[in-house]
C-alpha cells in the first residue's frame, strides 16, 4: 500500500462523502457495523504481524551475526600458508587476509537494519493478508449481508464513474481527480 494513500486531499475527501452517502442509502445499520467490524478485524493481525516481523528479523540478524563471528574466529585459528613455491622454483609470500575478513561494526548495523525492515515488511504483509482474510469471511458470513453490500458497492463505483466521466466530458483535467 503507498502512504500517499494515506494523504489528506480533496478527491479522497469527495469520494469518501460519496461512500458514505451511498452507505447511509443502500445500507442498512447492521451491514454498516458489520462493515466497521471488518474494517477493524485487518489492524490489528497487520499490527501483530509487523511486529512479529520485527522480532524474527532481529532475531535472525542475530545468528547471522554470530555465525559471522563463528566463521572468522575458525578461519583466524586455522593454519594458513604464507607461501607459495612454483614449479620453476620461485616463492611468492601470501598476503594475511585475515583483517579483510573481520566482521565490522558498520556490517552488524547493515544486518540489524536490514533484517529487521525485512521482517517488519514480510511480517506486515502477511498480517495484512490475514486481516483481510478475516474480514471477508465476517462480510461473508450471511449470504443475504454480503448480497446488499456488494450491490451498494457496485452503485457506488458505478455512481463514482458516472461522475468521473461527467467530469472529464466538461472538459476537467485528466490529472486532476477531484470529482465535484
Not at 34 to 49: D, F, H, Q, Y
Not at 78 to 91: D, I, L, M, N, Y
Request: aromatic content about 10%; overall charge positive; hydrophobic content about 40%.
Amino acid at each position: 500500500m503507498s502512504f500517499a494513500a494515506l494523504r489528506k486531499s480533496p478527491e479522497h475527501e469527495d469520494l469518501a462523502k460519496l461512500a458514505e452517502e451511498h452507505m447511509q442509502h443502500d445500507l442498512d445499520e447492521s451491514d454498516r457495523e458489520v462493515l466497521k467490524k471488518a474494517a477493524g478485524k485487518v489492524s490489528l493481525p497487520a499490527t501483530i504481524g509487523t511486529l512479529v516481523g520485527l522480532g524474527l528479523g532481529v532475531y535472525a540478524a542475530f545468528r547471522l551475526r554470530k555465525v559471522r563471528m563463528d566463521m572468522f574466529r575458525a578461519f583466524r585459528a586455522s593454519e594458513k600458508p604464507t607461501q607459495v613455491v612454483f614449479a620453476g622454483g620461485r616463492t611468492e609470500s601470501v598476503p594475511d587476509v585475515t583483517p579483510y575478513l573481520r566482521p565490522t561494526r558498520f556490517g552488524d548495523i547493515a544486518t540489524y537494519i536490514f533484517f529487521g525492515l525485512g521482517g517488519t515488511i514480510v511480517g506486515g504483509e502477511l498480517g495484512f493478508v490475514i486481516g483481510t482474510w478475516s474480514a471477508a469471511r465476517t462480510i461473508s458470513r450471511d449470504p443475504e449481508r454480503r448480497k446488499r453490500i456488494e450491490t451498494a458497492y457496485r452503485r457506488f463505483k458505478a455512481d463514482y464513474l458516472r461522475k468521473e466521466a461527467k467530469r472529464l466530458d466538461d472538459g476537467g483535467s485528466v490529472f486532476s481527480k477531484s470529482l465535484l
